[in-house]
Nanobody
Framework: QVQLAESGGGLVQAGGSLRISCAASGRAFSKCAVGWFRQVPGYEWEFVAAISWDGTSMNYGDSVKGRFTISRDNVKNTVDLQMSSLKPEDTAVYSC????????????????????WGLGTQVTVSS
């Protein structure tokens, strides 16, 4: 069992920056690939970013490339998402998700690949 909890969401003006964090508990977390997904009412979960459990592989959704950075600390059991140059269309509930992987550099971009999910944190970007 892996438990995830997001924090750091809030209100920010367009063009600003915000860092959100995913804190995990559970022995298997350090061997999990972790992804960030976001959702707005009426839409499916959208892939934002993912990182392998060894931190060597990363991938980003097209809409956030060049603006968001994912990182992890396997000592603290945390995964952060640094968001910069925020736009109103970035407004959403952001959730982190994890899945155990045997290969250290493996990552997934599909939400269906992840079986552990946090409850999410709201990020609102004002114009």
């Amino acid at each position: 069992q892996v438990q995830l909890a997001e924090s750091g969401g809030g209100l920010v003006q367009a063009g600003g920056s915000l860092r959100i964090s995913c804190a995990a508990s559970g022995r298997a977390f350090s061997k999990c690939a972790v992804g960030w997904f976001r959702q707005v009412p009426g839409y499916e979960w959208e892939f934002v970013a993912a990182i392998s459990w060894d931190g060597t592989s990363m991938n980003y959704g097209d809409s956030v490339k060049g603006r968001f950075t994912i990182s992890r600390d396997n000592v603290k059991n945390t995964v952060d998402l640094q968001m910069s140059s925020l736009k109103p269309e970035d407004t959403a509930v952001y959730s982190c998700a994890a899945v155990f992987t045997f290969r250290a550099a493996l990552i997934y971009t599909e939400s269906r690949k992840y079986n552990f999910w946090g409850l999410g944190t709201q990020v609102t970007v004002s114009s």
